[in-house]
T-cell receptor
Framework: GAVVSQHPSRVICKSGTSVKIECRSLDFQATTMFWYRQFPKQSLMLMATSNEGSKATYEQGVEKDKFLINHASLTLSTLTVTSAHPEDSSFYIC???????????????FGPGTRLLVL | AQRVTQPEKLLSVFKGAPVELKCNYSYSGSPELFWYVQYSRQRLQLLLRHISRESIKGFTADLNKGETSFHLKKPFAQEEDSAMYYCALSPSDDYKLSFGAGTTVTVRA
C-alpha cells in the first residue's frame, strides 16, 4: 500500500531558529502534497497545498514567509518553519496524493506527523 | 466555503451496542464526504467514502443531501473500534479536505 513518511517525528528547538520537516511518498509519485496543522484535541487545519515544480498554495491566514514549502521532486515536500516561536508548537501532518490512482481526495495518504515544540 | 460539524467530542458505548457518530456539512455544490479514523499512536487513515457505498469494518455511512448529513453507524461496536473519527469533505472540483473537529469513541467491555 501507499506509504508516506515524515522526518523528524518530533523536534524541539529554541525560539528564533528554523526547523525543516520532510514529507516523502515512499512507493508512489505525488505531484500534490498537503500540509496540515493539528492542535491538541482539535481537528486538522489545512495550511497549504504543495505542488511539484511550482509554488505552494497557502490557505487564508497562513503566512507563506513563515511556513516555507518546497516540493522539489515527485516524492518529497518540505515544510520549513522559519524563526519559530512557542506559538508555532504543534503537530504537523502531511499527506500525499497518489496521482496514478486518479480520483479525488480519497487518494490522499497521510504521514505519521511531526511534533514540534519551540522553547 | 465549506464546513464540517461533528457535534460530539466524546462518545462512550458498551461492546456490542450500536454506535452512531454524527456529521453535518455545509457546502453549496456536490461534495464528496469521507470518514477517517485514527487509532491510538497511528496515522490518519481512510475508513470509508460516500461514493463507494461500502461497509468497512462493519461501519456504514449514508449521505443525506436533504439534511446535509453523513452520519457513521455500526450496529455492534467492538473494543477495537475505540479511536478518533473525523468526518471530512472535499469540494466537487478540488482535492482539498476539510475536516470536522473529530469524535473520540471509547468502547467499553
Amino acid at each position: 500500500g501507499a506509504v508516506v513518511s515524515q522526518h523528524p517525528s518530533r523536534v524541539i528547538c529554541k525560539s528564533g531558529t528554523s526547523v525543516k520537516i520532510e514529507c516523502r511518498s515512499l512507493d508512489f509519485q505525488a505531484t500534490t502534497m498537503f500540509w496540515y496543522r493539528q492542535f491538541p484535541k482539535q481537528s486538522l487545519m489545512l495550511m497549504a497545498t504543495s505542488n511539484e515544480g511550482s509554488k505552494a498554495t497557502y490557505e487564508q491566514g497562513v503566512e507563506k514567509d513563515k511556513f516555507l514549502i518546497n516540493h522539489a521532486s515527485l516524492t518529497l515536500s518540505t515544510l520549513t518553519v522559519t524563526s519559530a516561536h512557542p506559538e508555532d508548537s504543534s503537530f504537523y501532518i502531511c499527506s500525499a496524493r497518489d496521482q496514478k490512482r486518479g480520483g479525488r481526495a480519497e487518494t490522499q495518504y497521510f504521514g505519521p506527523g511531526t511534533r514540534l515544540l519551540v522553547l | 466555503a465549506q464546513r464540517v460539524t461533528q457535534p460530539e467530542k466524546l462518545l462512550s458505548v458498551f461492546k456490542g451496542a450500536p454506535v452512531e457518530l454524527k456529521c453535518n456539512y455545509s457546502y453549496s455544490g456536490s461534495p464528496e464526504l469521507f470518514w477517517y479514523v485514527q487509532y491510538s499512536r497511528q496515522r490518519l487513515q481512510l475508513l470509508l467514502r460516500h461514493i463507494s457505498r461500502e461497509s468497512i469494518k462493519g461501519f456504514t455511512a449514508d449521505l443525506n443531501k436533504g439534511e446535509t448529513s453523513f452520519h457513521l453507524k455500526k450496529p455492534f461496536a467492538q473494543e477495537e473500534d475505540s479511536a478518533m473519527y473525523y468526518c471530512a469533505l472535499s469540494p466537487s472540483d478540488d482535492y482539498k479536505l476539510s475536516f470536522g473537529a473529530g469524535t473520540t469513541v471509547t468502547v467499553r467491555a
